[in-house]
């Protein structure tokens, strides 16, 4: 009687890995969103197992090229510059002092900018609820990347509807929870 042995393959690279995980998304022949949607699941699964710097970092790489897609929806990623300008602003200074004071978020490009999703203007005003809902997912250490995640995908828990959409219609309570909600295990 023979016993089969498991050889396990060496540890990859970075790039080794990225290349067979490509791969394997690739050879799924699935659309774009559903394969997204599962990358996400799976990092989300991974994290659960991890301390938080290391959960962290994993997020960051969960979203480098989902970032460049979801930012290009709805009218996509502005500089503080045209963001003041939608707003009706004087000064890109008024975006940043926003920025800071946690009533708008902005995503970093390269090492000392930022854009802005231009969705977080609602009729030349910020859209009605975003501080709120920002509030709670600062306070939660929600990474940008995730945030953006939060208000451009459909939730099960807001009957298959998008927190953005459910802003721009008033309905900011519903949001807030769904937000309070966010990320928790179980949610």
Not at 64 to 91: P, T, W
Not at 94 to 108: C, E, H, T
Not at 123 to 138: A, C, D, S, T, Y
Not at 175 to 185: K, M, N, P, S
Request: charged share 25%; aromatic share 6%.
């Amino acid at each position: 009687m023979s016993t089969a042995v498991l050889k396990l393959a060496p540890p990859m690279s970075g790039p080794e890995l990225r290349h067979a995980i490509l791969a394997f998304i690739r050879g799924a022949n699935a659309p774009a969103k559903v394969v997204l949607e599962e990358i996400k699941n799976v990092g989300e699964a991974i994290v659960q197992e991890l301390d938080y710097d290391s959960a962290y970092n994993l997020l960051q790489i969960r979203s480098l090229g989902v970032e460049e897609e979801i930012l290009a929806e709805e009218g996509g990623a502005i500089s503080d510059a045209a963001f003041a300008k939608r707003l009706g602003l004087k000064s890109r200074q008024s975006v940043l002092n926003y920025r800071d004071a946690g009533k708008i978020f902005a995503l970093p490009k390269g090492r000392r900018n930022f854009v802005y999703p231009s969705w977080q203007i609602h009729r030349r005003h910020l859209l009605p609820g975003l501080e709120v809902v920002l509030k709670i997912l600062f306070e939660k250490k929600t990474p940008p990347a995730s945030i953006l995640d939060f208000f451009l995908t459909e939730a099960e828990a807001l009957d298959g509807k998008r927190p953005l959409d459910l802003l721009r219609a008033g309905e900011i309570e519903e949001v807030t929870l769904h937000a309070q909600r966010y990320g928790d295990i179980g949610s």
